[in-house]
Nanobody
Framework: QVQLVESGGGLVQPGGSLSLSCAAS????????MAWYRQAPGKQRELVAR???????NYADSVKGRFTISRDNAKNTIYLQMNSLKPEDTAVYYC?????????????WGQGTQVTVSS
């Protein structure tokens, strides 16, 4: 069993910054990638940023240049630094893990953390 625990989020004014973190715990798994998704009310869940095992990253066009995903391999933790936040960034942010264990695929989601950008 792999568990993801998210922290961070909250209420921030437009133009402000927030940081999210997501720690993966469990045993005997090898991470292929970890990512942040978000889901706004009435909308589908969308990929925000992903970091793969080799360190490469990709971002949604809407957050490029404003958000940065990073990781601490020793802690199995990823971070999302969000700068220049806009009201349209308001959503529940979910951490996602894609890993392997004994040649089987392991997928996991965090519980979600609310990010609200409002004046």
């Amino acid at each position: 069993q792999v568990q993801l625990v998210e922290s961070g989020g909250g209420l921030v004014q437009p133009g402000g910054s927030l940081s999210l973190s997501c720690a993966a715990s469990g045993s005997a798994f090898s991470i292929r990638s970890m990512a942040w998704y978000r889901q706004a009310p009435g909308k589908q869940r969308e990929l925000v940023a992903r970091i793969i095992s080799g360190g490469s990253t990709n971002y949604a066009d809407s957050v490029k240049g404003r958000f940065t995903i990073s990781r601490d391999n020793a802690k199995n933790t990823i971070y999302l630094q969000m700068n220049s936040l806009k009201p349209e960034d308001t959503a529940v942010y979910y951490c996602n893990l894609d890993a392997s264990r004994n040649s089987a695929t392991v997928l996991a989601w965090g519980q979600g953390t609310q990010v609200t950008v409002s004046s």
